[in-house]
């Protein structure tokens, strides 16, 4: 299980993944003419088409090659739009404290001004701030950038509020698609107020995420902001190829027609179901920081580590590198809420894979009380020592807690022993090459001869 809150690490079939290797598509080249690739042209048509009506849009371009260049094309489509109406002064984009990462950084090169919306205590955008914001701006206000399900796992009860106080103010709505994973079925951004998104192949349809691509981020546009699109002419392309990168949307394709509507809107289903089932088992051990009225997660959960560590010691590392010695890796790590995990388990796993998950955290969490206890001191003890490679335990050992321990949290609990896996190092500094430079180049000397 690879629990990444956000990022939406998915199963990606055996099935969807094997077109991708026949030549066919494979040997295709970006480039190629329109009369030799009509058989990819088709599955792309056919793609945007689907997506488009999952989203509510009235349609879609699979030009941007990552999510964040998603993000940039449809920013410089709200732009141009802006522009093309004589109302170039327009350049403040909204963005709620709670909104997506990126979304700053593609704000500023699509050349506007950033101004952050303040989160309510429920974890929602703070409407008092946001008509405060739209009151100060309103005459150069562009877009307002939203996260729905926001980044902090909840879905904003007031979305088409917010969404109709931009309008009303003569801004665009970008609903950031990060987290469609939670939505796909169940609601469509075009239909609840957003005027333009980006979308994630490579989150919520299935294209493997991460290991440096190639990742698809489609821009998904309402039926003024079409002419918009990226290489549509008002705007250019934001990537080489004309239709982005093409040898991997047999997977999304591949993923979508298998699935089907009820398929897909099951899976979303599923995926809220286990994150509110993680955030139930969890809550009594660890604070759920953000739920929404019903006391209920969108599809992920943010747990609240900063009141332990202050009472404790043991901080958020300890506890993601404590996991490996679980064999599960780490949730994300201090996003958005510095001190907190997020977890997102995604309709892929299973209830057993899911529960070896919750017992692992609920076993540190034991393991965390022993050190408040002062059985074991803050600086010497199972969390701080992790993750224990099969080296370390065959070295001398003066630690104050055992190599079983070490080695095989929770004893003889199944799914530990069963599948243990040996972390390959131990912990290292990981925030000193950021700030220290460190050259491993050959020294000048070497090139003498």
């Known amino acids: 299980m690879i629990p990444l809150g956000s990022c939406t690490m998915k199963l990606n079939a055996a099935v969807e993944m094997e077109p991708i290797t026949w030549p066919a598509f494979a040997d295709l080249h970006p480039f190629a003419p329109e009369a030799d690739a009509a058989g990819t042209l088709d599955l792309i048509t056919d793609l945007e088409r689907w997506l488009a009506e999952l989203t509510g849009y009235a349609a879609v371009s699979l030009q941007p090659n990552a999510g964040s260049q998603g993000e940039f094309a449809g920013l410089l489509a709200i732009a141009a739009y802006h522009r093309s109406r004589g109302e170039a002064h327009r350049d403040v984009c909204l963005i709620p404290a709670s909104a997506h990462g990126t979304n700053a950084a593609s704000a500023v090169m699509a050349g506007m001004r950033v101004v952050v919306v303040a989160t309510a205590p429920t974890g929602d955008v703070d409407i008092d701030d946001l008509h405060a914001k739209i009151a100060e701006h309103g005459p150069s206000l562009a877009a307002l950038m939203i996260t729905y399900p926001s980044t902090h796992g909840v879905y904003e ?8 106080a931009v309008h009303a103010a003569g801004g665009q709505v970008y609903v950031d698609g990060a987290n469609l994973n939670a939505l796909v079925g169940l609601a469509r951004p075009g239909a609840f107020g957003g005027d333009v998104s980006h979308l994630n192949l490579h989150k919520t349809f299935c294209i493997p995420h ?13 039926e003024h902001l079409v002419p918009f699109l990226p290489g549509r002419g008002a705007v250019g392309p934001v990537s080489a190829a004309p ?3 093409p040898g991997v949307l047999p997977i999304s394709w591949a993923y979508v027609r298998l699935m089907g509507t009820d398929g897909l809107r099951r899976a979303t289903l599923t995926a809220v179901a286990a994150a ?3 955030a139930a088992r969890l809550r009594e051990h ?3 920081l953000y739920a929404g009225s019903q006391g209920h997660v969108a599809h992920e959960c943010i747990l609240d580590l900063r009141a332990i560590s202050k009472e404790t010691g043991v901080t958020i590392d300890d506890v993601a590198k404590r996991l490996a010695d679980y064999g599960i890796h780490a949730p994300t790590m201090s996003f958005p809420v510095a001190g907190t995990l997020m977890v997102e388990p995604t309709e892929s796993e299973d209830l057993a894979e899911i529960d070896r998950f919750v ?3 609920i076993g540190i969490r034991a393991e965390i009380e022993r050190v408040a206890a002062g059985e074991w001191p803050v600086t010497d003890n199972p969390l ?8 370390c335990l065959a070295d001398k050992w003066d630690h104050p807690y055992s190599r079983e321990i070490a080695a095989y949290p929770l004893g003889g609990t199944p799914g530990v022993h069963d599948r243990k896996v040996w972390p ?4 290292i500094e990981g925030a000193y090459g950021d700030r220290h430079l460190v050259c491993s180049c050959p020294p000048v000397e070497a090139f003498s001869s």
């Open 243 to 245: 239709h982005g990168s």
């Open 384 to 391: 701080r020592g992790a993750p224990h490679t099969a080296a």
């Open 276 to 278: 509110n089932y993680v």
């Open 359 to 361: 017992d692992a955290m």
């Open 157 to 164: 009860a007031r979305v088409r509020e917010v969404c109709d």
């Open 210 to 222: 991460g290991g440096g691509g190639p990742g698809v981020g489609p821009v998904a546009v309402a």
């Open 424 to 427: 390959p190092v131990r912990r």
């Open 286 to 288: 660890y604070p759920v």
